[in-house]
């Protein structure tokens, strides 16, 4: 070990005494500085102009543009001129026959060069740890724990860089040669990820060799063994080819030889790879403090009761329009996506159908519009490059699932050892992919009943299987609609009440009735009510004869007329609806609302006044603007006609309520129940449409109500702990400062110190 010491202090003080160890850290930490200081900047900027801060350590050093995102891209081109020499000095200058001469072992030479790689990389550690203290001076409560974890990434990663340079360095005398091969070498090891992923076994390898964004998931801020030794396996493989290199220098052995120890040492470092990537023997560190890279408590529990074994099984149609994120080239960052649940259920089996069938795609309709099916499978086989034999046809993939029902879409098939089955499915919008809600809310249809969800038909209320503007498809059972109930754990069903309600029904939806019940039908609905089933009840303007009486049992009623108030742009009658305080201290999802200042849109509402004490605790959760806004009681066409305020006639300008929620004890639980003013602010047509300036979020509204409804069962709640790091102890003014002091003093100094000593070297 002393040995090793030696020549590691030895090259160190070769290495500090040439220029370009100290040129590499002047630049260095310059360009941290630079992005630090942007990166803090910006949020200070924010600050001082009145927005809020969040999460502001990982946005400085994490983010997009973080300092440690910036560096990690800095250091591929550092690093081959650090080590360029190493070796090759020693070759070129014939030094390395004193080596041979003296009692110093090949181990101890490479060890011992490593190690002065290693120490200086340190000092490289140490400049940003600079960093580090500022930001934890800085940051209110800043994370300390994921700036060092991301520090720890960074490190391993040039380590890894090093013993590539060294092994490059020990196979030539030319340093230029060696600079440009660990260039190489590293360009290699960037992309091949990407290559060769339409092979199966190939993928597997090519994509554990890739070093491309290794510290990434340092840098936000899980550890993960398989990252770890990631790292250790390739400075293990580097330094044991460098040791073998030197071995056949030092003693002359057969070229075959030399190959069969390259050979076997590959092969090890292959195989240590392969076990390592094992999702059984992964172990995990999350150092955020929110605990952002792990699943939720929630998440958690559901994956927990979850006993036996879970097959997944990707369907991808090639004629649908999101085949591409199923094929074989995207597979492992198919995989990635549920990262976090291999985590704590590392049996989870993946499992990929490549199949054509008739799917809605207008796009290549229009491409190809003379193709039949399989023609269409061949041609864009063909342009991927794929085998048309590993897609199945239609006849075929309905032998294992039918999924006609799915559009046969991108779809996956979960599946139980126990023959429990649910699909997860991917949506129409920018996001595409589920989100955690949605994966654990599929998990959670395994294994328990969810709350089953009953649309009441009969009396003209708006239907949940249409898909006209005003019905209810989309929110009750739209699969392509990420808010959906059945995409948020839900079942639903139609229920008529000439017979009893189901006891297996939690919650009814009862909206925009056109016709009065019967007795019968209000007797069973009394009955459902008085076990304590929870209700929606969605009423609309002109259906307050037949709505009102549903209400009234309950101490509410449907005021006369219809909320109005003038607007340039819209309709008198279209109402923007804002959630109260109440309705923020009542559903984190409205208070989400609240700090997002968002919107319900109500394209003709009642308001809703409460009348008598039924024993109810009532939360008004909507209400209208309290300026211009009055219960219309005279206009009727509110297209051609003018509203205007008549206070004779019981017109009051003033804020409304459009949305109520109701509780009471009863039988032993919670009976709760939801009145709208509108009807229309839950149907298809108003859910799908975009108003200018209008930042309408009616999807939120379904969630928090059934959330609330379900008596808080599902949509899952996957939040977590709001970051403390909300608040920087900087003015702009004090950061044109520290700009100068951490850009200019602070590399400057390391620049004169770096000169002093290149003098008093040349002087010697």
Request: aromatic share 12%.
């Amino acid at each position: 070990m002393k040995t090793i010491y030696k020549i590691a202090r030895t090259e160190l003080q070769t290495l500090f005494y040439s220029p370009i160890a100290w040129l590499i850290l002047v630049i260095f930490t310059f360009q941290a500085s630079m992005a630090f200081t942007n990166g803090l900047a910006g949020n200070v900027r924010s600050q001082e102009l009145g927005y809020g801060l969040y999460n502001v350590t990982m946005g400085v050093f994490a983010g997009w543009r973080g300092m440690f995102i910036a560096m990690q891209q800095y250091l591929y081109l550092y690093i081959p001129l650090l080590t360029m020499g190493l070796m090759s000095r020693e070759l070129s200058s014939g030094s390395i026959k004193l080596l041979y001469s003296s009692p110093v072992t090949n181990t101890q030479i490479i060890l011992g060069k490593y190690l002065s790689m290693m120490i200086y990389n340190l000092v490289l550690m140490c400049i940003l740890a600079v960093y580090l203290v500022f930001a934890a001076i800085t940051i209110k409560s800043a994370d300390v724990p994921l700036i060092l974890s991301g520090m720890l990434g960074l490190y391993l990663l040039v380590c890894a860089y090093a013993a590539i340079g060294l092994f490059m360095s020990s196979i030539t005398s030319y340093q230029v040669v060696a600079a440009m091969g660990t260039l190489a070498v590293l360009a290699v090891l960037n992309f091949v990820g990407d290559m060769w992923q339409d092979i199966d076994f190939v993928r597997d390898i090519t994509y554990w060799l890739a070093i491309n964004g290794r510290a990434q998931e340092f840098i936000n801020g899980l550890i993960c063994s398989e990252d770890v030794l990631y790292f250790v396996i390739v400075v293990a493989l580097f330094l044991f080819l460098s040791i073998i290199r030197l071995q056949s220098r030092r003693q002359k052995t057969t070229w075959m030889t030399t190959v069969g120890k390259y050979g076997s040492v590959i092969v090890i470092a292959m195989l240590l790879g392969y076990m390592t990537s094992r999702p059984k023997l992964m172990c995990f560190y999350d150092t955020t403090a929110t605990k952002q890279r792990t699943l939720t408590p929630n998440s958690q529990n559901i994956v927990a009761r979850m006993d036996g074994g879970l097959t997944m099984t990707t369907f991808v149609n090639i004629l649908e329009e999101n085949y591409w994120a199923g094929l074989p080239r995207s597979v492992n960052d198919d995989l990635r996506r549920f990262k976090m649940y291999t985590r704590f259920k590392p049996e989870i089996k993946m499992k990929y159908v490549y199949y054509y069938d008739k799917a809605k795609n207008p796009e290549l309709d229009k491409a190809y519009p003379n193709l039949s099916d399989r023609e269409r499978m061949l041609k864009r086989a063909e342009i991927w490059n794929l085998d048309s034999n590993m897609f199945m046809r239609p006849e075929e993939v309905r032998k294992i699932a039918d999924l006609g029902p799915e559009g046969n879409r991108f779809v996956r098939l979960l599946e139980r050892d126990n023959g429990e089955k649910t699909f997860l499915r991917i949506f129409d919008d920018i996001q595409r992919f589920p989100f955690e809600t949605e994966i654990s809310a599929a998990f959670k249809r395994l294994v328990m009943e969810l709350p089953l969800v009953g649309f009441v038909k009969g009396h003209g209320e708006r239907d949940c299987i249409r898909e006209g503007d005003r019905d209810y498809n989309r929110f009750a059972q739209d699969k392509l609609f990420r808010y959906s109930l059945v995409n948020q754990g839900f079942d639903f069903t139609e229920v008529t009440l000439d017979k009893p309600i189901p006891e297996q029904v939690d919650i009814i939806v009862i909206a925009d009735m056109r016709n009065p019940m019967t007795a019968d039908e209000r007797a069973n609905l009394d009955a459902y009510i008085a076990r304590g089933g929870n209700l929606l009840i969605a009423g609309e303007p002109r259906r307050q004869e037949f709505m009102n009486p549903l209400v009234e049992s309950f101490g509410v009623r449907f005021m006369p007329g219809r909320l109005v108030k003038k607007s340039e742009h819209f309709q008198p009658d279209f109402i923007i609806a804002t959630p109260t305080k109440e309705a923020g201290e009542f559903s984190y999802i409205f208070n989400q609302m609240i700090r997002r200042e968002y919107v319900v849109t109500m394209p003709g509402t009642t308001g809703l006044e409460c009348f008598a004490d039924k024993g109810f605790s009532i939360t008004p959760l909507f209400v209208s603007d309290t300026i211009g806004s009055w219960n219309e009681l005279e206009t009727v066409d509110f297209l051609d006609d003018t509203v205007s305020l008549n206070p004779s006639i019981g017109e009051v300008e003033r804020s409304y309520v459009t949305a109520l929620a109701m509780s009471r004890p009863m039988g032993g639980k919670e009976q709760r129940i939801i009145i709208l003013g509108d009807a229309d602010c839950l149907s298809n047509g108003e859910i799908s449409i975009g108003r200018k300036d209008v930042a309408a979020a009616n999807y939120s509204l379904i969630s928090g109500s059934f959330f609330w409804l379900s008596n808080e069962e599902v949509p899952i709640d996957v939040r977590r702990p709001t970051p403390p790091d909300n608040k920087v102890y900087v003015s702009m003014d004090w950061m044109y400062f520290w700009k100068v002091v951490l850009m200019g003093v602070w590399p400057g100094l390391l620049a004169f110190w770096a000169i002093f000593i290149w003098i008093r070297r040349r002087g010697r």
